[in-house]
């Protein structure tokens, strides 16, 4: 039997198959096992359906995990996975300036400045610091760009770099907390995420900026391919390379600042890097890798996100722990396929 | 009228001058080796024909029915592309970018494009394959494919045979001069195999910094073979 079970193993494509529907089957007898639970759990998501802030949550975290999904297979190929981190990082120093704004008042302005002025300054600060999401969205596509030309430059290396200006960002943002409101709930929740964390107004923000990102991904998706396979071939075939890179970074840095708010400062990062990584080990062409990407991640995030409800988990922990289990499901079936 | 003239070409990075004052012309159906030791300038030299980098001085003009984007480019391979999870039909494809103007995506002309140039490389049977799992020799062609795609008389090789066995080198070799003397494609290669990029070369350049020499393969057989002479007497 072993000697039988051997030989047919010994073909690779096989050995692959063979793990592939053992996995499947694994899984399969898993589910079985704990159908009760599966469908306590699915029930008890049913009732938090009828909550608005989950309804919010689900629809913008759908797609910002397609959206983080699709960028993620471009830049982990082009060695540029560092800059969604280093984005995020920065995206909190932005949220945090952003939140202390609020509390400068009329008064709080120096004195030689006209009434009006003060005012006036006083006001946008406020409107700023009500909804910071706008703000925060104009620094981090500056900072994107930014990053994207130092990690260009050989003088100082671009990961370096990218790593400097992420934790200044990171500690700046720590100094402006302590300085006003100090290590509050919202905080935290930037750090670490949170479903509450979205408005109404940042829902419909979030929904048309990833729209956007969607379909700009899929009418350039042959010039992104070419540019990512091969800059220089592509600049020489007369493809505006740098433009490209611009669109993939300008790309990120939004879906970087809608994702942060529910993910997590130190989470959204994985959002992006996970789904591409999980499925480079398991396909070998880049159609393939982009929709099981966008598949991978939307799929994670719905089960993490069931998880997060019904075991009262943080949402982007979540996440990122279903994400880890399918890398490294994913990972095995890349080494049985040799 | 040259494909490719250039006149006295300058390049300099950072007040360090790479390629320093260099005439070249290259024609229809020309088979050009540019030889010259790593840091001679060669490579730079390419690059500013394909317009990566842009001269100090001189001018490059391109010329009977050669644009600037229109030159099949084969460039050295980067670390990246090695596990770039790609099938040989997307690589092909993508040297079709260049002719979409301002489609979004490619029409039945370019598919039929990239499927011709498959079928000339004879890398059709692989190309449902991932570009990654190819043999060095294997991937160079399916590039030379991809650059065909983006040109209809002219390909640029930057360093082609890097890397191969003797075997796929002599393929390689043999694959270049087919187009070139079949299809009429005009060649340009940088290199250091001097023994083997001669075999099928037509034309010689030598560079260091400057122009060293400029003529056909056989003023240059004559001109070195002596100066080896002469250096052994």
Redesign the interface.
């Known amino acids: 039997m072993a000697d039988l079970l051997s030989r047919w193993t010994k073909k690779p494509g096989r050995r692959g198959t063979a793990v592939l529907w053992a996995l499947l089957i694994l899984v399969v007898v898993w589910l079985l096992c704990h159908i009760r639970d599966i469908g306590w759990m699915i029930s008890e998501m049913g009732g938090y359906l009828s909550y608005k802030f989950i309804r919010r949550a689900l629809l913008v975290g759908a797609l910002v995990s397609l959206c983080a999904a699709l960028l993620g297979v471009s830049l982990v190929?082009?060695?540029y996975s560092m800059i969604g981190d280093g984005l995020s990082h920065v995206g909190f120093g932005a949220l945090t300036v952003a939140m202390a704004l609020g509390f400068v008042t009329a008064d709080s302005l120096p004195a030689f400045l006209p009434a009006a002025v003060r005012g006036g300054v006083a006001a946008v600060c406020a409107s700023v610091a009500e909804s910071p999401l706008p703000f925060t969205l104009v620094v981090v596509v500056l900072c994107a760009f930014l990053l994207l030309r130092l990690s260009g430059q050989s003088r100082m290396r671009g990961d370096s770099a990218i790593a400097l200006i992420s934790t200044s960002a990171l500690a700046l943002g720590v100094v402006v907390t302590s300085m006003t409101s100090g290590m509050n709930v919202d905080v935290y929740n930037y750090m670490f995420g949170s479903i509450l964390a979205m408005s109404a107004s940042d829902v419909w923000l979030s929904v048309i900026l990833s729209l956007v990102v969607l379909t700009l991904f899929i009418?350039?998706?042959?010039?992104i391919?070419?540019v990512t396979?091969?800059e220089?071939?592509?600049?020489?075939?007369?493809?505006r390379a740098k433009l490209y890179n611009r669109l993939i970074a300008l790309l990120t840095a939004v879906t970087v600042v809608i994702g942060m708010r529910m993910m997590g400062t130190l989470l959204i990062s994985s959002l992006i890097i996970f789904p591409a990584l999980s499925a480079?080990r398991v396909?070998?062409?880049?159609?393939?890798?982009t929709v099981s990407a966008a598949v991978i991640s939307v799929s994670c995030f719905l089960v993490g996100m069931m998880l997060s409800c019904v075991y009262s988990i943080p949402t982007g922990a979540g996440i990122v722990g279903v994400n880890l289990v399918v890398f490294l499901v994913f990972s095995c079936v890349g080494v049985a396929k040799g | 009228m040259a494909l490719i003239q250039l006149r006295d070409v300058t390049i300099a990075f950072e007040g360090t001058v790479a390629v320093d004052r260099v005439s070249l012309s290259v024609e229809k159906g020309d088979y050009l080796v540019v030889l010259g030791e790593n840091g001679s300038g060669k490579s730079t030299l390419m690059r500013a024909m394909l317009g990566l980098v842009k001269p100090r001085s001189g001018s490059i003009v391109y010329g009977d029915g050669l644009m600037k984007n229109q030159i099949g480019y084969l460039p050295q391979q980067t670390a990246a592309q090695r596990d770039f999870p790609a099938s040989v039909e997307e690589v092909v494809l993508s040297g079709c970018v260049n002719r979409m103007g301002t489609r979004f995506f490619f029409n039945k002309a370019d598919r039929a494009k990239a499927e011709a140039n498959m079928a000339l490389l004879d890398v059709t049977k692989f190309r449902k394959k991932s570009y990654r799992t190819l043999s060095g020799g294997q991937q160079q062609r399916v590039l030379l494919a991809r650059a065909l795609c983006a040109t209809d008389g002219m390909l640029l090789l930057d360093e082609p045979v890097t890397g191969l066995d003797p075997e796929a080198t002599r393929e390689l070799y043999d694959v270049i001069r087919d187009l070139n003397v079949r299809h009429g494609v005009a060649v340009v290669m940088v290199s250091h195999d001097v023994r083997g990029a001669l075999r099928d070369a037509k034309h010689v350049a030598v560079m260091d910094t400057g122009m060293d020499f400029n003529g056909t393969v056989e003023e240059y057989a004559a001109q070195y073979l002596n100066k080896a002479v002469k250096a052994r007497g």
């Open positions: 190929l082009k060695r009418l350039y998706y042959p010039r391919f070419a396979f091969d220089a071939f592509a600049r020489a075939t007369g493809t480079m396909f070998d062409n880049f159609r393939a890798v």
